[in-house]
């Protein structure tokens, strides 16, 4: 009997590896499952690498009206699936393992069943050697930006140089946005060398941040690069350098002050002019960093710039016990999220920020939209407020109806397989034949909420596409099936995505998808002192440019990916990754609103009924009060009692020092 049971195990596991295979036409442990699948949909369409590139800009719609992929028909028609249902959420403030079990760290289980059956497909040896290569990855680029470009903000690995603010182009926003003249790279590579375990350079880093960066400059960027890569980066080091547990090693700094805090306080309050004199509480999109919000600047802004500021700015006031930041910047949220259209319930991705007009009418994951939906859940994660998961609900309810085609269900029925489009947010009718790149971080974020099955089933489509090309496309007309803007920066979000799918299934396959990848990546994009972005996934020419995301993103989920014994994953703390990659620590710490005990009128008692000290003015010591005089927000405008910065306050409500 048992043989018989042996060998209906081994038929059903291998259906089951087929159900997963398919989806890749073939890709997958190295055990003879290397068998092409019938592919009914796009993939096995895909126009050759060799074939013409289509227009700059793809077409919208097929003449003729509705015909070809069922993603051209609206969800509902006879010729697809009514519009999926949401599997059902925890209630909010519920986070038991099956919904919160995939921020790392959080489940201290063993090798679940997958990983158990399939744990000979992808040897140890080659995932030590896939992870050693990420690390080398990550230290060519690193040693290469220290060397030729430090202090400057990104290395141009081309040419061996640095890079700077383009102050003799004010309007090459592509650069000015996100280059403040910060040692911006140095910046955001910080906890990637943490989370490396390397402890001396890390100190050294933290040191180099500490007495060389200075964010007095007149430099005008982006609100939102500034937060995710600078401000975020700030404050997950600033953690990982005070946690008493050290997972990652001894990362602690000598004498250290807290002084990344106070930078990242710095650097906040500089940004805050951007919320001042807005008519709506949507931040502007830009400010100057010593003297505000610029007078020509523009009112108009993407959902996502504006929208995605709540993780970074609560983190920070909740550390500082200075409501501020986050008020400012749920504030913000929250009038977007009133924006939305009553009937689709969908956001536009650009918004005038004094009259509240959607100036771009276009709703999709990617570009403009896809950090806002992120944080509306990882905030949520991180600081347990009901109204995040809520707005979170809905608008992935929304998603499912409007922006959801193909069939229902991702391994089978009939139709083409399901894919996120562009679609307008008032009547969900579709807008264009294309997705971006940006949209592959969206399976990641399946992947946190437990919609797991139809995160597989979006990463493979995007896999495919890295597949025929060696990278992504910025932009891939799936009705053209060719690329429709040919870029490729060192985007982080497939590799995410497929880092957190592993975390989710411990299917070997997602290791031999990072390997893929990180093998294209040597083999297209290293370039003499470091790795370029890609100009043409088909040509494969070259551009002498490395953002600072390849090392704060792309590099770490890939060393992630491949180092199982990772104390992100072992620590017993739960770790979750901002828009930008940086890693916060879960705590309760960031689930309690210091400022309700510490400045109320009656005060004298915290939650627990312990007595908390109120300090004498005299006790006070201010930080930064000279920089940022000018630009403290004012209290009537914000409705809230405004706080000055204390260090006994941050001694206490944190307990870091
Ligand atoms: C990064 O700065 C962040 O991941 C952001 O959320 C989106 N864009 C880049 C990477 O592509």
Redesign the pocket.
């Known amino acids: 009997m048992q043989w018989r049971a042996l060998v209906l195990g081994l038929v059903l596991l291998r259906l089951g590896l087929h159900g997963v295979l398919w989806l890749v036409f073939g890709l997958g442990p190295s055990m003879g499952f290397y068998q092409r699948f019938p592919l009914s949909f796009g993939f096995q369409r895909l126009r050759s690498p060799d074939g013409p590139a289509s227009p700059a800009s793809g077409p919208v719609g097929r003449p003729g009206g509705l015909s070809g992929p069922s993603w051209l028909q609206p969800p509902g028609t006879a010729a697809t699936q009514s519009p999926r249902k949401v599997p059902r959420r925890p209630e909010p403030g519920v986070c038991g393992p099956a919904h919160w079990g995939y921020v790392l760290g959080g489940r201290d289980r063993g090798p679940d069943e997958y990983e158990k059956r399939y744990s000979g497909a992808f040897p140890p040896q080659l995932r030590a050697q896939m992870r050693d290569l990420a690390r080398g990855m990550f230290v060519f680029g690193y040693d290469n930006y220290m060397a030729h470009a430090f202090p400057q903000d990104e290395l141009n690995p081309i040419h061996c140089r640095g890079r700077g603010p383009d102050r003799g182009d004010p309007s090459n926003l592509n650069i000015n946005d996100?280059l403040g003249n910060y040692s911006l790279t140095l910046v955001d590579a910080l906890d990637t060398l943490a989370v490396m375990g390397n402890s001396s350079e890390f100190q050294k880093a933290v040191k180099l941040v500490i007495n060389t960066v200075s964010f007095d400059k007149d430099s005008t960027v982006q609100v939102f690069?500034a937060t995710?890569?600078v401000l975020g980066s700030l404050l997950s080091a600033h953690r990982i350098i005070t946690d008493s547990k050290q997972p990652f090693g001894d990362m602690t700094i000598k004498d250290y002050d807290n002084e990344l805090l106070y930078m990242a306080h710095d650097l906040a309050v500089r940004l805050l002019p951007a919320f001042e004199n807005t008519k709506t509480g949507i931040p502007y999109p830009r400010v100057n960093l010593k003297t505000g919000v610029p007078p020509d600047t523009n009112n108009e802004t993407c959902t996502?710039g504006a929208g995605?500021l709540l993780v970074e700015f609560g983190i920070l006031s909740r550390l500082l016990g200075d409501s501020t930041f986050e008020w400012v910047a749920r504030r913000a949220v929250k009038a977007l999220w009133n924006l939305r259209s009553n009937d689709t319930g969908l956001l536009g991705n650009v918004v005038n920020i004094q009259t509240g007009h959607w100036v771009g009418k276009q709703s999709g994951l990617g570009a403009g939209l896809?950090?806002f939906y992120?944080y509306l859940l990882k905030s949520y994660i991180l600081f347990g407020e009901k109204e995040d998961l809520e707005m979170f609900n809905a608008a992935y309810q929304s998603i499912q109806n409007y922006l959801r085609r193909g069939r229902e269900a991702c391994n089978e029925g009939e139709g083409d397989p399901p894919l996120y489009v562009n679609v307008n947010m008032f009547s969900g009718q579709l807008m264009n034949t294309w997705i971006d790149?940006?949209q592959a971080?969206f399976p990641g974020l399946q992947v946190l909420i437990g919609d797991v099955e139809d995160a597989i089933c979006l990463h493979a489509f995007y896999y495919a596409i890295w597949k025929r090309y060696g990278a992504l496309p910025e932009r891939y007309n799936w009705q053209l099936q060719a690329p429709d803007v040919l870029f490729y920066?060192?985007?982080?979000?497939l590799v995410?995505s497929t880092y957190l799918l592993y975390q989710a299934t411990k299917n070997p396959f997602y290791l031999h998808v990072g390997m893929d990848i990180l093998q294209s990546l040597e083999k297209y994009t290293k370039v003499k002192c470091g790795y370029a972005t890609l100009h043409h996934v088909i040509d494969k020419s070259t551009e002498d440019r490395m953002?600072?995301?390849f090392l704060?993103?792309?590099c770490k989920y890939l060393y992630l990916l491949f180092d199982e014994d990772n104390p992100v994953h072992k620590s017993g703390t739960r770790y979750m990754f901002t828009?930008?990659?940086h890693i916060v620590s879960v705590d309760e710490h960031l689930r309690e609103l210091p400022w309700k005990e510490f400045f109320s009128e009656e005060g004298g008692q915290d939650q627990g009924g312990k007595s908390v000290h109120r300090p004498q003015p005299h006790e006070l010591k201010v930080i930064n009060s000279s920089s940022n005089c000018n630009r403290v927000p004012d209290e009537r405008r914000y409705s809230l009692p405004l706080k000055s910065i204390y260090m006994r306050q941050i001694d206490q409500m944190v307990g870091l020092i």
């Open positions: 996100v690069e995710i890569r996502a995605s896809d950090s992120e790149s940006l971080f920066p060192l985007r982080p979000e995410e953002e600072s995301f704060s993103e792309t828009t930008e990659g």
